[in-house]
């Protein structure tokens, strides 16, 4: 490999790796969702806190991303609400990622 | 419950800044849906292209202040709750595009006042590390949210007040930069205002071009930039944008 072939690699390498850590940023920005007038991460720890708590209760308490306490009075549709936000920020990035694995890394 | 989006807008020398508020009306019709009111002098105005139905709010700006040398007419925020028509407001800069909806959310929160603390460097420097220039952390006044009320009246209350002596704030909270910052006025005030201690915020960073990459492209969906010999891209992202170049692009 000569040394022009090497920068080539290096900048594809470095503009893939920026563009993933862009489109996860992303992904992340689009995991917040306003619920019940109270700010959430739909992230797999909110998932799956909201899941456990569902099991055993009608009703029960979260925190939103500013530490306050919410009241969660229907689980089902809160549940609903949080996978819904996460799995269409991470088919963006999924679909992100598939034009990195095109451009050769 | 009245909603809407603040925006504020004066051409300077240097900057035709209407020109980059055509483009983010565009979007902000496009992707948030909201009543736009935009705060701006008659200078300005007269050159800017029909944009529909946008309310209008003349004021003159506050002169004095500078960013690299060059004239920076960005001091009257602070006037944001007694301009807002609105019960909640969504205050903005002009360079900060809204590719997504995302932002639309916050107006429906109970919160009385929203801000964000962090900023994501799009080029992966961290460039906007600047935490270590203060004892106290930063607030981005790009994006913010109030719900007008009592607390919010008082936050607004205390930005003129860290305004009016922000020499003084600026020497007590060890803040690196002399020229008059939103960010840190806003910072001082809400530390003050809230006794000190945390406050509410927006729990997301503002994704931002740096000043040294160069906007080649503009869509309805998204941004590319060149820095250095590379060119790259985001779409469906909001994106703030520092080079004030975009508006030939």
Partial sequence: MNIGELKNKSDLSYNIAVAKRNALEKANSRMIVVYNEHIFRADPETINLVNVLKENNSNFFVLDTNNNPVEITNPEEFLKTLIERNQESLSSYHQMAKTFEQRGD | ?249
């Fill in chain 2, 1 to 249: 419950m009245t909603k809407g989006v603040l925006l504020y807008c004066f051409d300077t020398a240097d900057t035709n800044y209407h020109k980059i508020l055509e483009r983010c009306v565009y979007l902000i019709k496009k992707n948030l849906q909201l009543e736009i009111t935009v705060v701006t002098n008659y200078e300005s105005f007269k050159k800017l292209k029909p944009l529909g139905f946008v309310n209008y709010k003349f004021v003159e700006p506050e002169l004095g202040n500078t960013k690299n040398g060059k004239e920076w007419r960005n001091v009257d925020r602070h006037m944001s709750y007694d301009l807002s028509p609105y019960d909640t407001t969504l205050v903005m800069d002009i360079d900060y595009f809204p590719f997504t909806d995302n932002l639309k959310q916050f107006l429906n929160t109970k919160y009385d006042f929203l801000v964000s603390k962090d900023a994501y460097d799009l080029t992966d420097r961290n460039s906007f590390a600047y935490r270590r220039w203060s004892m106290i952390d930063m607030v981005w006044a790009t994006v913010f949210v109030f719900r007008k009320g009592p607390k919010a009246k008082r936050i607004f209350d205390t930005i003129k007040y860290v305004k009016k002596y922000y020499a003084y704030f600026n020497e007590m909270y060890r803040v690196y930069a002399k020229n008059f910052r939103n960010d840190y006025a806003f910072a001082i005030a809400l530390e003050q205002a809230n006794g000190f201690i945390n406050y509410d915020t927006l729990p997301f960073a503002l994704a931002t071009l740096p000043p040294d990459c160069e906007v080649v492209k503009f869509t309805d969906d998204g941004v590319a930039w060149q820095y250095n010999d590379q060119v790259m891209y985001t779409e469906q992202q909001d994106v703030h944008v520092l080079n004030k170049e975009i508006k030939n692009v």
